[in-house]
């Protein structure tokens, strides 16, 4: 089974920068997706980005374009999401997201997903 854990949240003032990173046992990074999504208590999950495909198509919610970069290394299978110019509606747990099988139980943006870690708490203060 896959494993995924993610690190790197934290308190930040509003316009700095955080680095989340994610690990995985049990999954290979090749050319399928991954993601990152949020959620805050209350509110819906939002897709926040992922990569997918041999040419590594990148897709971001409109609310963090330009502002966060998705990335991975397979060598060390962890995928990580810069996160720069952080705002207070910022403020949520980050989930990182993979998918090992055909199931799709988390969906970011155009893709799917079935496996994803505990979270991380991302707060930014204004």
């Known amino acids: 089974d896959v494993q995924l854990v993610e690190s790197g949240g934290g308190l930040v003032q509003a316009g700095g920068s955080l680095r989340l990173s994610c690990t995985a046992s049990?999954?290979?990074?090749?050319?399928?997706?991954i993601g990152w999504f949020r959620q805050v208590p209350g509110k819906e999950r939002e897709g926040v980005s992922c990569t997918f495909g041999s040419n590594a198509r990148t897709y971001y919610a409109d609310s963090v374009k330009g502002r966060f970069t998705i990335s991975s290394d397979s060598a060390k299978n962890t995928m990580y999401l810069q996160m720069n110019n952080l705002k207070a509606e910022d403020t949520a747990v980050y989930y990182c997201?993979?998918?090992?099988?055909?199931?799709?139980?988390?969906?970011?943006?155009?893709?799917?997903?079935?496996?994803w870690g505990q979270g991380t708490q991302v707060t930014v203060s204004s």
């Open positions: 997201a993979a998918r090992q099988s055909l199931r799709d139980l988390v969906r970011v943006g155009p893709c799917p997903f079935d496996s």
């Open positions: 049990g999954f290979t990074f090749d050319d399928r997706a």
